[in-house]
């Protein structure tokens, strides 16, 4: 994964099978399908992999309960599959999580141990493990701080957790394994027809140095997921809302909110939405909220209204309960929902399930779906390319794909926070070995190492700041004071690696200070809009 070898393979290739407009988790993943098959495949992503939606989930590879509660049980049994197929393929990123869901009433424990059996029986050989009615003495020893005061009992099932971020840099790596050309920082900004009015191509622009490309290829492929209606209005003559974006928020905590190795599941909150909190490196993950936004942003800002929801019940059902004061990170992320026929529709009412278009031009676009899916997303993606008759009929190979890094993983390796690397780690113990200032610590209050910032910059094509710390070693999403602290240390790095002047350095500091405001959060800040918010922290 090297830029500067992956701007020379785009300079010497005439023509491309694949064209991939999009390096989030669709993107990537119909760049791995179509790589391993043998189709000349290249893929753009005008920032960096995994920079929106991507790396901003509630960190779970799963079938989705509450999709089997709302009767879609084609999704639910198409992501359970799924799930058991990343959970061998990349062993090193999924880990069997065991969720808790504490019952108030008699009531609702019955309804939960039924569905989730039912849940059970749909993951066929690919479950993770049984769900199990618990007392309530047992609930409260397996979720220490769970709130005590009416609890009757609880139901234990089994899903995945991961990081979504180190998948989308390890599919990366696998594509360009496979032959694919991947580049971050090169932004489509035109697309390339023919005299029919047939997607031939498209044009690229180099965000490092302004260069543009002509770049033609055979089948294009739009997976910008909440971006989708931006390149549409490229291609299409008549405006046409294709997506619409549905916010969630997640706070983060630290682990002394919820000991142990277990999650919580609260199945519906007051306003009929799920909640998890979620351990996940060594700290835990709140959330999620629904809530439709008008405009995409590559930073989205948590609302106010947000915020207060998961505070409020997480009070509710944690006895030490969390504060504002509490919080170290909040990130907001934006799902690109296959917009519904039906105006006015609410995001909890619009399927999951997704969707590909094949317009009038030719142009292939994916809308909806999530990560736990996107090997069959890519799978179909890249068999309506067959069947549209823009690639020679080969067949799908990823099933059994083993993904960059992939070696098993127990507990006692994930004591050691190097364990996202799998089979990297290793290597970069020899580079700690080789260059014995790289074992320094990132932070004195959490375990990165210099040597994996050196490591994301040579092999993960990490460009600025806000790569390694949002995306590579996750600090931003864990800690949003110490990224701060550790800005400067991070650009100096990257400036002795790429050759960059004192100047870069200061432009870079002063934009990813920009970025990390939106995931602080404080006693006295209260985030109505972005403009509010801006001037809480002048």
């Not at 119909?30 to 929106?52: H, Q, W």
């Not at 590879?61 to 959970?87: D, F, P, S, T």
């Not at 060594?282 to 999620?288: A, E, L, P, Y």
Request: hydrophobic share 40%; aromatic share 8%; net charge neutral.
């Amino acid at each position: 994964m090297n830029r500067s070898e992956q701007l020379s393979k785009l300079q010497n290739t005439e023509k491309w099978d694949v064209i991939i407009i999009g390096g989030g988790a669709s993107g990537l993943g119909t760049a791995v399908d179509a790589a391993s098959r043998g189709y000349k495949t290249i893929l753009f992503e005008a920032v960096d992999f995994a920079k929106g939606t991507s790396s901003r989930s509630t960190k779970l590879v799963h079938g989705g309960v509450r999709y089997l509660e709302q009767g879609n049980v084609h999704l639910v049994i198409e992501a359970l599959k799924e799930r058991g197929l990343l959970a061998q393929n990349a062993a090193h990123l999924v880990k069997n999580q065991s969720f808790i869901i504490p019952n108030y009433n008699w009531f609702s424990s019955f309804i939960y141990t039924i569905g989730l059996k039912v849940y059970d029986l749909l993951s066929g050989c690919l479950s993770l493990g049984s769900s199990k009615y618990l007392s309530k003495k047992k609930t409260i020893q397996l979720l220490p701080n769970v709130e005590e005061n009416g609890l009757v009992n609880g139901v234990i099932y089994h899903d995945g957790q991961f990081d979504d971020s180190r998948l989308a840099i390890n599919l990366a790596q696998t594509a360009v394994e496979n032959g694919a050309c991947l580049l971050n920082y090169v932004k489509v900004v035109n697309l390339l027809k023919d005299g029919k009015n047939q997607v031939i191509g498209v044009q690229v622009q180099d965000q490092e140095n302004g260069i543009k490309y002509d770049v033609k290829g055979s089948a294009v492929i739009n997976a910008t997921g909440v971006f989708t209606n931006a390149i549409m209005k490229l291609n299409d003559n008549v405006y046409k809302k294709y997506i619409v974006p549905s916010q969630g928020i997640h706070l983060v905590f630290d682990k002394s909110f919820l000991p142990g190795e277990n999650a919580l599941m609260i199945p519906k909150t007051k306003d009929g939405r799920v909640l998890f909190a979620v351990p996940w490196h060594n700290r835990i993950v709140v959330g999620t909220t629904d809530t439709l936004i008008k405009k995409q942003s590559l930073e989205p800002i948590a609302l106010e209204s947000e915020i207060q929801f998961v505070l409020e019940t997480a009070q509710r059902f944690l006895a030490k309960k969390p504060t504002r004061a509490d919080v170290l990170s909040v990130f907001a992320g934006l799902r690109p929902l296959a917009a519904p026929k039906e105006e006015g529709k609410s995001t909890k009412e619009v399927s999951r399930s997704h969707k590909i278009i094949v317009s009038e031009t030719g142009l292939i676009t994916i809308t909806g779906g999530k990560w736990t899916t996107y090997r069959k997303i890519a799978e179909d993606i890249i068999d309506k390319a067959i069947k549209t008759g823009k690639l020679p009929n080969k067949e799908c190979t990823t099933e059994h794909l083993s993904i960059h890094g992939n070696q098993p993983t127990n507990a006692a390796d994930r004591e050691n926070h190097l364990y996202i690397y799998g089979s990297d780690i290793s290597k970069i113990i020899e580079l700690q070995e080789s260059e014995p200032e790289l074992k320094e610590k990132l932070h004195p209050d959490h375990e990165f190492t210099m040597a994996e910032v050196v490591w994301a910059i040579r092999y993960e094509m990490a460009r600025t700041i806000d790569d390694i710390l949002a995306r590579r070693v996750r600090l931003l999403f864990l800690d949003a004071r110490a990224a701060i602290e550790v800005s400067e240390k991070t650009a100096r790095v990257l400036a002795k690696e790429l050759g960059h002047d004192e100047a870069w350095i200061k432009t870079e500091i002063a934009n990813f200070s920009q970025i990390a405001k939106g995931f602080l959060l404080s006693e006295f800040q209260k985030v109505v809009n972005p403009t509010d918010f801006e001037n809480h922290l002048l």
